[in-house]
């Protein structure tokens, strides 16, 4: 069974500019979420879809967002980037009712 | 609010020692899920245990095992006999019931010495 995927694995960007990642959860996993990791913040929730629709949301500007797909996918995208947003994204997929998280190796973006 | 704290910032061990990871928590819940997570140095987060709040009982599995005491709002972690591989950064976390939003605490970093 294939783990969480998140595409791409490495991104650098320039200041101002907009990103999106990409994460493709486990099969028959319907929640995704998402988190930012950087040395200063540690691990951050930023959002979280269930069937497409978005069932939690931390504490972040509205430059961050997301979307989940029909066939679970989900996007996020940063728009107007700042330096301060360089972090690892990470992702991780759940079933309905389920408990633990699986993370995906994450999306590290470099804004500069 | 919730929150999670791990006061040891990075533990170094010889192969074969040891190794106890604390963790502190705070919530209002009365129900919740608390977590190991395993974070080598590939930057994916590895699930190691999960415990409920409502059932107190210590586990071992392998070389893993937990001290969960909710009187304390504690939840250790140790690792029996590390290993080099066991090398990594180490996350406490904290959900609601039925909830995928984790909390975590800061990481420790565990360094397994040859």
């Known amino acids: 069974k294939a783990g969480v995927t998140q595409t791409p694995r490495y991104l650098i960007k320039t200041r101002g500019q907009q990103v999106t990642l990409s994460c493709s959860p486990i099969?028959?996993?319907?929640?995704v979420s998402w988190y930012q990791q950087t040395p200063g913040q540690g691990l951050q929730f930023l959002f979280e879809y269930f069937s497409e629709t978005q069932r939690n949301k931390g504490n972040f500007p509205g430059r961050f967002s997301g979307r989940q797909f029909s066939n679970s996918r989900s996007e996020m995208n940063v728009s107007t980037l700042e330096l301060g947003d360089s972090a690892l994204y990470l992702c991780?997929?759940?079933?309905?009712?389920?408990?633990?998280?699986?993370f995906g190796q994450g999306t590290r973006l470099t804004v500069v | 609010a919730q929150k999670v704290t791990q006061a040891q910032t990075e533990i170094s061990v010889v192969e074969k020692e040891d190794v106890t990871l604390d963790c502190v928590y705070e919530t209002r819940d009365t129900t919740y899920y608390l977590f190991w997570y395993k974070q080598p140095p590939s930057g994916e987060l590895v699930f190691l245990i999960r415990r409920n709040s409502f059932d107190e009982q210590n586990e071992i599995s392998g070389r893993y095992s937990w001290n969960f005491q909710k009187s304390t709002s504690s939840f250790n972690f140790t690792i029996t006999a590390s290993q080099v591989v066991d090398s990594a950064v180490y996350f406490c976390?904290?959900?609601?019931?039925?909830?995928?939003?984790?909390?975590f605490g800061a990481g420790t970093t565990v360094t397994v010495r040859a």
């Open positions: 991780a997929s759940g079933t309905l009712g389920g408990t633990e998280a699986f």
């Open positions: 976390a904290l959900s609601e019931v039925g909830d995928y939003k984790l909390s």
């Open positions: 099969s028959g996993h319907r929640s």
